[in-house]
């Protein structure tokens, strides 16, 4: 979640409240990557079985799991396997290379740490089509995974939703595991993404208006033979997912909800952002009551203002579908007791799993086997089953 990252106290220095104000607004609407640590290749070994590089140790190079570095040249990256070996002395790590894509990966290369793992859709292994899909700012570009075809036709599709400032590669690490459970999925980008197209401010909304251009991605799988629909959102996806269960459509054939270490309260959210970066509480609060105001939310260039109470799930008592959130302690941009608290609040519908403890959205490479037992689990125990003619409700 970028704003996580960049909240800063510095905000206060550059002329008063009100200025500070705005900053922190503008953090939050904010659609930009976050920025990642820049790291330099040490060494990389070629002869050794498996293919090895060696990376200065950090907390994130140390992780256990699958991640990728890309090169600053953007013309090629390497995806990373186990931990080989940690040199303490030298502050080393060597890791295991899976595969490399582009340019190769040799000693001193400039690179950057990254999560998204399959890093292209063509790393997922599956057969795939860029599809485009029609919103009312234009057309957007998605990713469509057909289900098997040794299996009988599903009438079920996964609709996977990215988070604030990330793209449809983020996503593509469900896409395996709905393949194996017979569903087509559909990997989706949304307004200010910079792949879909840009609404005039080019500020997020935090899932107010992004549900609209998803929306139209269930008109695309309801045209294409879904009866029913899977959403799987990762943080801020998360609240898209739940605002398309509220406002959607079709929200009578979304059958369930998988969310990544979601955002489901964004005041909770904004608030513990903001804790964590040292920004005093009551900038934050009058932050928040600014993108509830016309006239604040113009003066951040916005197009409209954020009404944050209709953005939270917690507090909400409209969630009607089964929903599986797979989350970890180790979150520091959306704590994982706002999970709790979600699941608490809807006893019967959300079935929390807490992961081992992983960065923001990163439970899938601390875990992948875990992360995907427990969401095909999931699957084949929704109201659900399997006939000739595809997975068809019970009801």
């Known amino acids: 979640m970028k704003f996580g990252y960049v909240l800063t106290a510095g905000a206060l220095a550059v002329g008063g409240i009100a200025v500070a104000n705005l900053a922190v607004v503008k ?8 920025r990642r640590e820049p790291l330099r290749v040490i060494a990389v070994d070629d002869a050794s079985v498996p293919r090895t590089v060696t990376l200065p140790s950090n907390e994130a190079t140390r992780a256990p799991g699958h991640y990728a570095i890309w090169f600053d040249s953007g013309r090629g990256y390497a995806q990373l396997g186990r931990v080989i070996a940690v040199d303490e002395r030298a502050f080393l790590v060597t890791r295991e290379v899976v595969s490399s894509r582009g340019t190769p990966l040799r000693a001193g290369q400039p690179a950057r740490w990254s ?3 399959p890093s292209q859709a063509t790393d997922v292994g599956l057969p795939f089509t860029a599809v485009t899909i029609p919103t009312a700012l234009g057309p957007a570009p998605a990713y469509r995974f057909d289900a098997p075809t040794d299996q009988p036709p599903s009438s079920t599709w996964a609709i996977h939703i990215h988070g604030q400032g990330a793209t449809r590669a983020g996503p593509l690490r ?14 989706v980008s949304y307004r200010n993404d910079h792949e879909a197209p840009s609404s005039r401010d080019r500020k997020s ?26 959403l799987v959102g990762w943080s801020m996806g998360a609240m898209i997912a739940l605002q398309l269960t509220r406002s959607s459509r079709h929200r009578e054939r979304i059958a369930g909800l998988c969310l990544i270490a979601p955002v489901t309260d964004w005041r909770s959210t904004i608030l513990a952002a903001s804790r964590r970066a040292r920004v005093p509480a009551f900038v934050t609060h009058l932050a928040m009551r600014a993108l ?18 209709q953005l939270d799930w917690i507090d909400g008592d409209d969630l009607l579908v089964p929903t599986l959130v797979l989350h970890s302690s180790g979150d520091r941009s959306v704590p994982i007791a706002l999970s709790k ?17 992983a960065p923001h959205t990163l439970e899938w490479n601390r875990s992948p086997e875990l992360w995907g037992t427990t969401f095909s689990g999931w699957l084949h125990r929704l109201p659900f089953q399997e006939e000739a003619g595809g997975w068809v409700s019970r009801n």
């Open 27 to 34: 953090q939050i609407v904010g659609t930009d990557a976050p």
């Open 115 to 117: 999560g998204v793992v």
């Open 174 to 187: 469900g896409v395996p595991v709905a393949h194996r459970a017979g569903l087509s999925s559909l990997v």
């Open 205 to 230: 909304m935090l899932g107010q208006t992004e549900w609209r251009d998803v929306d139209a991605a269930l008109d695309y799988a309801m045209a294409h033979g879904a009866e029913n629909i899977i």
């Open 292 to 309: 509830r105001s016309p006239l604040w939310s113009r003066a951040t260039g916005l197009q409209e203002h954020v009404d944050l109470s």
């Open 341 to 357: 608290a979600f699941a608490h609040a809807h006893k019967g519908l959300v079935k929390l799993v807490e992961l081992p403890p």
